[in-house]
């Protein structure tokens, strides 16, 4: 999937003037591409779009004007964007309240290396966190993970040529087992993730 370039990103006045559109476009597309997972997960995949529009609004919640700063943001949300044979998505733990935070945040460590794709040759790929060593410590874990989901050669030509799908998302996480399906809009969403230059 192609990167975001800095070309990309508008200058600050020029976004908040188009700024109420695009928000509706994106608030849009990331409901396309989010899932439940049970009631304390939320899995949105990412793609160049999300990206470039996370770019912009850390660029003006930030005031981040300077070329160079815009590139450093650009480097590091690039991160997100899935390699070829690959999705990404952002997994946020749900917690509102101190009390909950305390007891899921232990209970879930690990949870970045327990959520799988299912496929519908019943084959799994499991998704792991790039950044998991900065992230999760070993009593507690983060409430925000960035996960890839690397795709065998084999799996993605299946998928390309709509041999298989992905049918859901499942967490096997001892003290968060939870299955979700996805719907066809969502599968789409996915399906082109993995069949984007």
Same mark, same amino acid.
């Given at each position: 999937?192609?990167?975001?370039?800095?070309?990309?990103?508008?200058?600050?006045?020029?976004?908040?003037?188009?700024r109420?559109?695009?928000?509706?476009?994106?608030?849009?597309?990331?409901?396309?591409?989010?899932?439940?997972?049970?009631?304390?997960?939320?899995?949105?995949?990412?793609?160049?779009?999300t990206?470039?529009?996370?770019?912009?609004?850390?660029?003006?919640?930030?005031?981040i004007?300077?070329?160079? +700063?815009? $590139?450093?943001?650009?480097?590091?949300?690039?991160?997100? &964007?899935?390699? *070829? @044979?690959?999705? %990404?998505?952002t997994?946020?733990?749900?917690?509102?309240?101190?009390?909950?935070?305390?007891?899921?945040?232990?209970?879930?460590?690990?949870?970045?290396?327990?959520?799988?794709?299912?496929?519908?040759?019943?084959?799994?790929?499991?998704?792991?966190?790039?950044?998991?060593?900065?992230?999760?410590?070993?009593?507690?874990?983060?409430?925000?993970?960035?996960?890839?989901?690397?795709? +065998?050669? $084999?799996?993605?030509?299946?998928?390309?040529?709509?041999? &298989?799908?992905? *049918? @859901?998302?499942? %967490?096997?996480?001892?003290?968060?087992?939870?299955?979700?399906?996805?719907?066809?809009?969502?599968?789409?969403?996915?399906?082109?993730?993995?069949?984007?230059?």
């Amino acid at each position: 999937m192609r990167r975001v370039e800095v070309a990309e990103i508008p200058e600050l006045r020029a976004y908040n003037q188009s700024r109420d559109e695009l928000r509706r476009s994106i608030i849009a597309m990331k409901a396309r591409r989010r899932v439940h997972l049970g009631t304390l997960i939320t899995l949105v995949f990412e793609n160049t779009d999300t990206v470039r529009w996370q770019i912009t609004e850390m660029m003006r919640v930030e005031r981040i004007a300077t070329d160079a +700063a815009i $590139e450093h943001e650009v480097n590091v949300y690039n991160a997100l &964007i899935p390699d *070829d @044979a690959q999705l %990404s998505c952002t997994m946020f733990i749900e917690l509102t309240h101190d009390e909950q935070l305390r007891e899921w945040l232990p209970k879930l460590v690990g949870i970045h290396d327990s959520i799988d794709l299912v496929l519908s040759d019943g084959s799994r790929v499991r998704g792991f966190d790039p950044s998991a060593d900065r992230l999760t410590r070993e009593e507690v874990t983060s409430a925000v993970h960035y996960l890839k989901f690397s795709f +065998a050669p $084999e799996q993605c030509m299946a998928i390309r040529s709509g041999g &298989i799908t992905i *049918d @859901a998302v499942e %967490s096997v996480h001892p003290a968060y087992r939870e299955l979700a399906e996805l719907g066809a809009v969502q599968q789409q969403e996915l399906h082109n993730d993995l069949s984007a230059p």
